[in-house]
C-alpha cells in the first residue's frame, strides 16, 4: 500500500469502475499493459503517477460536464418546463467518433461520455425532478428521420422522437 | 428501447456500471442468467421491473451513506481537524461478510460498499477538502496489531496506522 497522497490499489480499481471502464481501456489510454493495469489494482505495481493524475482529471471533467449540463437543464426548465427529456449517447466508439469529435480531447472514449451522461440522469432527478431518458444514437434511424423531416442536423430533436 | 419510464438497455448498462457491478454480479442479485443481463443490455429483453427497482434502490442507499458519512466526517473534523482519514473497505467477500455483516441486508456485496466508499471519498474531498484513503481491510496485519496493542475490535483505528 502506497504511502504518499497518491492512489493505493483498491482506489485505482474503483475509480476505473466508477468511470465505467475496463482494464484494457485503462492499459490503453496510458500505454500500459492490461497487466500492468492488473497489477495495479492488486498493489503489487504502483500506477505512474501521470496516469493517476490523467484519469482523476477525466473524472474531474465528467463532474464538471454534470454541473454544467444540470445548471442548463435546469434553465432550460424554467422558460419550457416539461417532465421528460432525451439526451443523446453513443453505443459504440465508432459513432461517439463520427458524432461527437468535440469531445474526444477531454473524453476520448464513448465509455466516459456515456457515464457523464448516466451521472447527469442521476443529478436531474435528484435535484430537479426532471427525467432524462438516455437515448443511444441509432444512425439509420437518425438519417432516416433527417430524410423524411427534412431537418437539419440535431441529434437532440431525433433523440426526443424517441421517448 | 423501452417507451416506458423504466430504465432502457444504456440505462441498465450504466447503472451497473456506476455501481462498480459485473454482469455475473447482477444476474445473481436477480436470480436470472448472466445471458440475461446481457440482453438487458443490448436492448432485447426488457429487464424486469424489480430488479430494476432493487438497483435504483442499492444506489439511493449508496448516496445516503455517501452524504451521511460525509456529514459525519465534517462533524468529526469541526472538533478534531486533520487532513487525512483512513475508511476500511473489503477486498473479498469472504472479509465482508465477516467483518461487515450489518451492511449485507442493504448492500450485499464488497463492491457496493467499495463503490460507497469511494463515492464518499469524491465527495470529502470535493466538499470539505478532507482525504480519505479507502484501506483494504488485511486480515492478518489486523489480528497481530490487535495482539500487539491489546486494542479493542477497531478496524479504524488500525487503519489509521496504515497511512
Redesign the interface.
Known amino acids: ?1 502506497s ?1 504518499n ?1 497518491g492512489l ?4 485505482m480499481q ?2 476505473r ?2 468511470l ?1 471502464l475496463t482494464t484494457e481501456q485503462v492499459a490503453n489510454l496510458s500505454a500500459a499493459s492490461n497487466e500492468d493495469v492488473l497489477a495495479w489494482e492488486a ?1 503489487t505495481q504502483e500506477a505512474p503517477v501521470p496516469l493517476q493524475k490523467k484519469l482523476l482529471d477525466i ?1 474531474d471533467i465528467i ?1 464538471m460536464q454534470v454541473l454544467n449540463t444540470t445548471d442548463g437543464i435546469e434553465e432550460l426548465f424554467k422558460k419550457e418546463p416539461k417532465r421528460r427529456l432525451a439526451f443523446v ?1 453513443y ?1 459504440t466508439q465508432a459513432l461517439y467518433t463520427q458524432y461527437n469529435p468535440e469531445f474526444l480531447s477531454s473524453l476520448p472514449l464513448t ?1 466516459l461520455y ?2 457523464a ?3 447527469i ?2 443529478e436531474c432527478k ?1 435535484l430537479l425532478e426532471v ?1 432524462v ?4 444514437l441509432d444512425a439509420e434511424a437518425y438519417k432516416a428521420y433527417r430524410a423524411d423531416t427534412g431537418a437539419s442536423e440535431s441529434r437532440a430533436k431525433w433523440a426526443a422522437t ?2
Open positions: 500500500m504511502k497522497t493505493n490499489a483498491i482506489e474503483y475509480l469502475l466508477s465505467g498493489g473524472d463532474e449517447v453505443p465509455e456515456n457515464t451522461a448516466w451521472r440522469k442521476k435528484l427525467d431518458s438516455l437515448v443511444a424517441q421517448l
